[in-house]
Structure formats: C-alpha cells, structure tokens
C-alpha cells in the first residue's frame, strides 16, 4: 500500500521505458531521470523523477506571453525561473488574466523580482487579493543569479518575462529574456523582414 502511486501518477513501466525494481519494490527510471518522455497512450510530455520512480503526466501548457518583448527587444538569451505567487493569483494565471505591459525583472538586494506584471484580481477572492501589480520574488540558482547580475549591469541590457506557464507539476515558471532594446529604426526593419517572411510563406 504504501507503494501505491498518488492520484494522477503513473508507473514509469506504463510507457515501457525503466525497470522494475525488486528489493525497492518500483519501477527505476532509465540513465537520465529527469528527461521528459511522450507517452503513446496520452499523447503529451511527461516528466520522471528518479527520487519516487513514479512520473506525473501533465503537458507544459503556455498560459501568456509576451509578444510585444520581442517586437521591442533583441533578445540575447533565456532563462527559466520560478514564480512564488499567492493562492488567488495562481488561480488568475490559471484564467489568463494577466497584463505583461511595463513588466521586468530587477535586483533588491541578493534577490530577484518581477515587477509590474499585472495579474488581474480573483473575482472570488475577497479579501485574499493581494496588490496586482506588486513584486514577486522569482525562484533561481545561485550561479544563474551571479550569471544574470553580470549580464544586467552591461549597459542597455534589461530582463524582460517573455512567457508564464505551468510545467508538468503544477508550478507557475516563468521565461525571462534578456534583451537589448531596439531603437525606432530597428523595430521597422523588424517589422519588414518579418512581414516578408509571411509573404514568403505563403507563396
């Protein structure tokens, strides 16, 4: 009984991939643990954990993003964080109520924040409703965080969140870009290529 896997688990051994495990009694994932395999039976990606032997199904599903990020950003490079959030706003995210216009990330201290990302008030929260647009402390390794502060203090650099979703376990990410902004002209130009791409395509 008390290896029974939790609702919404599957045994590894479902997609024909990993081992059984006599003396621990569960199915081992093969060498990578954490890769993400795609299930023939559900069709999605899913994520194994070497540390339960178990693999929890769930899609990484896009909540928003931020186009306008790349229109007025060259992006140099990407970085996925986590997003400590409270119960009324994850549930917002969930709804898609979210304003991505004047958002960026900056140091206070030793950590990082996101802010002003506008995350719309839960209609039925009351008086669980925080600020919408406060700051929330983004989730990151201590080497990315030194990685990042060297990248920021060049000059013209910004962080800028490019992409909110949930990953396979529920948790809100976040995908930051760090980006150079582009002057009126370059934005033109953008526009141009971009427009005879389309026109390529669709010949």
């Not at 093969?30 to 395999?37: E, G, N, R, S």
């Not at 039976?41 to 928003?64: N, S």
């Not at 409270?86 to 216009?101: I, M, N, P, Q, Y």
Request: charged share 30%; hydrophobic share 35%; proline share 5%.
């Amino acid at each position: 009984r008390a290896n029974k896997p939790h609702k919404g688990y599957r045994r590894l051994r479902a997609l024909g991939s990993g081992t059984w495990d006599k003396a621990s009694r569960r199915v081992m994932p093969p060498l990578y643990p954490k890769a993400t395999y795609r299930s023939s039976l559900h069709g999605a990606p899913v994520q194994a954990y070497a540390c339960t032997g178990w693999y929890k199904i769930g899609p990484v599903r896009p909540i928003l993003e931020n186009r306008r990020a790349r229109h007025d950003y060259e992006i140099l490079e990407t970085l996925e964080a986590g997003l400590v959030l409270k119960g009324t706003e994850v549930k917002s995210l969930r709804a898609g109520k979210v304003d991505f216009t004047g958002a960026f990330a900056r140091f206070q201290g030793e950590e990082l924040f996101l802010e002003n990302l506008y995350i719309a008030p839960y209609e039925k929260g009351s008086y669980a409703n925080v600020d919408p647009r406060r700051p929330r402390k983004l989730l990151l390794h201590r080497h990315e965080l030194r990685h990042l502060r060297g990248r920021v203090e060049q000059k013209g650099l910004t962080l800028v969140p490019l992409r909110i979703y949930f990953n396979g376990r529920g948790y809100a990410k976040v995908l930051l870009g760090l980006g150079r902004g582009r002057r009126a002209y370059e934005k033109k130009r953008e526009d141009k290529r971009k427009a005879l791409e389309r026109a390529l395509e669709e010949l």
